[in-house]
């Protein structure tokens, strides 16, 4: 069983939306909620980066390119993270990976392509 299962990328013209979806069906509750979740992205041709990180204690971290445009949550009873993208840009082209960290345990998402052109 794949741990981690991501959904909702595709194809968005510049200035669009879209809402990335990350769910750990194997998890319970307590679990996933004491677990770390990152998006990260690896753009064509770049390294991976970080994009948002959500904490077990509620707080959300962004990168300096996606502030006040992107935002990432939560709900630990679905076991899902969010990531909604709005005013989206070309440079947001990548594929973009769904991270947990949880004590010595890490496991990363297949990922999902995100296409920002016109």
């Known amino acids: 069983q794949r741990q981690l299962v991501e959904s909702g990328g595709g194809l968005v013209q510049p200035g669009g939306s879209l809402r990335l979806s990350c769910k750990e069906p194997g998890a319970i509750l307590s679990t996933f909620s004491a677990s770390t979740m990152g998006w990260y992205r690896q753009p064509p041709g770049n390294q991976r980066e970080l994009v948002a990180m959500?904490?077990?204690?509620?707080?959300?971290n962004y990168a300096d390119s996606v502030k006040g445009r992107f935002t990432i949550s939560r709900d630990n009873h679905k076991k899902t993270v969010y990531l909604q993208m709005n005013d989206l840009k070309p440079e947001d082209t990548a594929v973009y990976y769904c991270n947990l960290k949880r004590l010595s345990y890490e496991t990363w998402g297949q990922g999902t392509q995100v296409t920002v052109s016109s």
């Open positions: 959500s904490t077990s204690g509620g707080g959300a």
